[in-house]
């Protein structure tokens, strides 16, 4: 089918739109993945330049695996911010924020997401042999959900910290968020991250907590990449500790059961909204290899991982545009932005208060969407299995997440952060308990449900 009318129906034919349509289509596209994708670097202290670039590369480089057939953007994904918190978590600036990047130990934290990303090419040669359904069967929603959960929660205090530095600025990016997405329409309600970060920027501006002195001292055009910033530029260090490459790769790793479902869940939302079974044609296989190569080709680089953008499904509900070549229009504009220094220097100079709004909202919508997977899949909590398992996996990662050690040692100077361990408990509980009775493609509202849009 390669329908070409315009009007109501879909369109998966954009030279049928013109040059000039499918352009402003592709900007439109950039403008939806845009608040989401540069507020990850920020919060984590990765560059907002490569975190651009790879994004743009990571789309084009799944748009080819995928056979050019599916119309995703890749964009930062939120949940492996707690693995970065976890490794690599933010210093201490002299007002007592917690701004300031730890480079000394983000390359080892991007060697953590790299290997998450391998992940998904285990899981796409299962697919591939066994059948999604099969395979699913040991990550169901009741090990999922709670994992889910645990994640937005851990990261909870660092937003509260980040909100303490100019309550009334984070304010106003918690109600723009709040508003636009309760009475938001079209475009309004895709973009919310973005619009909240602008309106809170402007106040803190206003109010003079933004020191623009870097913006005017950066260069318009520039490399994105510093090597010394990268993995690569970490082997090359005469201090490598492979201690801290294990333990990161053992704490990062087990996020990607996360986001593997996450994948998933977009990939049949962008099948019902396009009315095509992407997950048949080109295969979750291919969709899956796409996301996770480009996830270790940009954690390599010091980029975050990518993730198949759920905001950029809204922006093809809402054009019915579907036509794949308007998404890697898209990626090529973010590729070009991320040579402009002088536009990363803008997004550094965002409010700590601004940043901390933001994320307060993100991270509880992170933990909502951990509800929302247990509760559209009907999970029975009236079955002791399910209750020791979800009871297990919350408490194993908040209590070790806020313990004193924060991790647990397991041989030597080996150790699993909360996360890692409930993850590892929560897989083999339900692997060994009896009872399991999930199976994916029996409800499109609970396959979907794992999406971590604001």
């Known amino acids: 089918m390669n329908r070409k009318n315009i009007g109501a129906e879909p369109i998966y034919d954009a030279r049928s739109l013109g040059a000039p349509r499918m352009f402003v289509l592709g900007v439109q596209h950039m403008f939806a993945m845009f608040g989401a994708t540069v507020l990850v670097p920020t919060l984590t202290g990765l560059s907002v330049s490569v975190t651009l670039l790879f994004a743009g590369l990571g789309t084009l480089l799944?748009?080819?695996?995928?056979?050019?057939?599916?119309?995703?953007?890749?964009?930062?994904?939120?949940?492996?911010?707690?693995?970065?918190?976890?490794?690599?978590?933010m210093l201490v600036d002299e007002a007592g924020n917690a701004t300031i990047p730890n480079t000394e130990m983000l390359p080892y934290a991007c060697f953590g997401v790299a290997c998450a990303g391998l992940?998904?090419?285990?899981?796409a040669a299962a697919f591939k042999?066994?059948?999604?359904?099969?395979?699913?069967?040991?990550?169901?929603?009741?090990?999922?959900?709670?994992?889910?959960?645990?994640?937005?929660?851990?990261?909870?205090?660092?937003?509260?910290?980040?909100?303490?530095?100019?309550?009334?600025?984070?304010?106003v990016a918690i109600l723009v968020v709040i508003v636009c997405n309760i009475w938001g329409r079209g475009m309004v309600k895709i973009i919310p991250i973005l619009l909240g970060v602008i309106a809170s920027y402007v106040v803190g501006g206003i109010a003079g907590q933004v020191d623009f002195t870097a913006v005017r001292e950066a260069a318009w055009i520039g490399m994105p990449?510093?090597?010394?910033e990268t993995v690569f530029g970490l082997f090359g260090r005469d201090d490598l500790d492979t201690q801290l490459l294990l333990n990161a790769a053992i704490t990062i790793v087990p996020i990607a059961l996360a986001t593997v479902v996450e994948h998933i869940g977009d990939m049949c939302a962008i099948s019902s909204t396009c009315e095509r079974n992407y997950i048949e044609d080109p295969g979750l296989h291919r969709t899956l290899t796409g996301d996770?190569?480009?996830?270790?080709l940009a954690a390599l680089f010091g980029a975050p991982a990518n993730t198949t953008y759920g905001e950029n499904t809204g922006v093809l509900a809402l054009s019915r545009v579907y036509d794949p070549r308007v998404i890697r229009i898209a990626a090529v504009l973010a590729i070009v932005v991320s040579f402009c220094p002088k536009f990363a220097e803008l997004v550094h100079a965002m409010p700590t208060a601004t940043i901390g709004g933001v994320s307060l909202v993100l991270y509880g919508m992170i933990s909502a969407v951990g509800v929302r997977n247990v509760v559209e899949n009907r999970v029975d909590f009236t079955k002791s299995r399910n209750v020791i398992?979800?009871?297990?996996i919350l408490v194993l990662a908040i209590g070790i997440t806020y313990s004193d050690a924060g991790s647990i040692h397991i041989a030597g100077d080996v150790s699993f952060s909360g996360l890692a361990t409930a993850a590892i408990v929560g897989i083999v509980l339900n692997a060994v308990l009896p009872g399991k009775d999930y199976e994916f493609g029996a409800d499109l509202q609970g396959d979907t449900s794992v999406n971590f849009k604001v």
């Open 292 to 296: 996770g190569l480009a996830t270790s």
């Open 389 to 392: 398992i979800a009871a297990l």
């Open 129 to 171: 042999a066994f059948g999604v359904r099969r395979v699913m069967r040991f990550f169901p929603p009741i090990v999922t959900g709670p994992i889910i959960i645990a994640i937005g929660l851990s990261l909870s205090s660092s937003a509260v910290d980040n909100c303490s530095a100019s309550w009334p600025v984070a304010m």
């Open 225 to 228: 990449v510093v090597w010394s």
């Open 62 to 89: 799944f748009h080819l695996l995928a056979k050019g057939k599916v119309p995703a953007f890749l964009g930062s994904s939120f949940a492996f911010i707690g693995g970065y918190a976890a490794v690599a978590p």
């Open 119 to 123: 992940v998904y090419l285990v899981l």
